[in-house]
């Protein structure tokens, strides 16, 4: 199980931590994700995790913006957004996969996150 949290209201420019706590499994096999739908528009990858090894990807549109991270201790793990445009306007998902598969098969609830301009 996954669960999102975080998301809220921010200006341009500002700043916001999502987290997504996992419960249920070890994580230890699985890659983490993070992804967004803006309104109208359809789901899109924003960033990745390795849970073992730490490895990230990230989407051309956030790189060095935002950073994806984890908590062991907490199995949780958390996207920082920085200088935030009003283009990342989105109901943001955690997602889990195992770490051979290309398929998402677990997703937590959305948070939505919305930029002021």
């Known amino acids: 199980q996954l669960q999102a949290s975080g998301g809220g209201l921010v200006q341009t420019g500002g700043s916001l931590r999502l987290s997504c706590a996992a419960s249920?499994?070890?994580?230890?096999?699985?890659?983490l994700g993070w992804f967004r739908q803006a309104p109208g528009k359809e789901r899109e990858f924003v960033a990745s995790l390795r849970w073992n090894g730490g490895r990230t990807e990230y989407a051309d549109s956030v790189k060095g913006r935002f950073t994806v991270s984890r908590d062991k201790y907490k199995s949780t793990v958390y996207l920082q957004m920085n200088s935030l445009k009003p283009e990342d306007t989105a109901i943001y998902y955690c997602?889990?996969?195992?770490?051979?598969?290309?398929?998402?098969?677990?997703w937590g609830q959305g948070t939505l996150v919305t930029v002021s301009s």
């Open positions: 997602a889990a996969r195992i770490f051979l598969s290309s398929d998402y098969p677990y």
């Open positions: 249920g499994r070890t994580l230890s096999n699985y890659i």
